[in-house]
């Protein structure tokens, strides 16, 4: 992890499949996901608790930086469809740890690797470009705002 391990941006989504919305920070919500997000939930749902790897999602900067090169032009960092835009983390690495991004706390569930849905919302070509860095599922585990521009740090 690179000392300068931060997020670069945030996105919402508050709609399922619609516009992504850049914001500064957002609300992060143990056990829930992010206020105004499509994917946060209540508590519970039917008594079950909510899928802990649909939460947070989170993509490398780099990532998206060599998918441009790769196909010689650029996927806006949202239409990646992942909450953060990370840089100088390696995401993969952080399946099954527990990290903290500004004062939140998250653990990392499961590699979020592309689907063709994605593929569908953007372009030919993206689901392959991003096979193997497509990003991160993670839980949040304790409540508190992100900011852009927050450290990322593997406890």
């Known amino acids: 992890m690179s000392p300068t391990a931060h997020v ?6 508050p709609v399922k499949g619609g516009a992504p919305v850049r914001h500064p920070s957002a ?3 143990a ?11 209540p508590a519970t749902l039917f008594g079950i608790d909510h899928e802990p790897e649909n939460q947070l999602t989170l993509i490398r900067a780099e990532a998206l930086e060599a998918l441009a090169r790769d196909q ?16 100088g983390v390696d995401l993969n690495a952080l399946v099954g740890r527990t990290f903290r991004i500004g004062a939140v706390r998250a653990r990392g569930c ?11 919302l953007t372009r030919p070509g993206v ?11 993670a839980e949040i585990l304790s409540d508190g705002e992100i900011h852009e521009g927050d450290p990322i740090v593997v406890e």
């Open 8 to 13: 670069e941006a945030i996105f919402l989504f």
């Open 31 to 41: 056990g829930r996901g992010l206020d105004g997000d499509h994917h946060q939930s």
């Open 110 to 120: 499961e590699r979020c690797d592309p689907c063709s849905h994605l593929e569908d």
């Open 127 to 137: 689901l392959r470009g991003l096979v193997d860095r497509g990003g991160l599922r």
């Open 27 to 29: 609300c992060a919500v």
């Open 72 to 87: 010689g032009r650029p996927l806006p960092p949202g239409a990646s469809r992942r909450n953060l835009v990370t840089r």
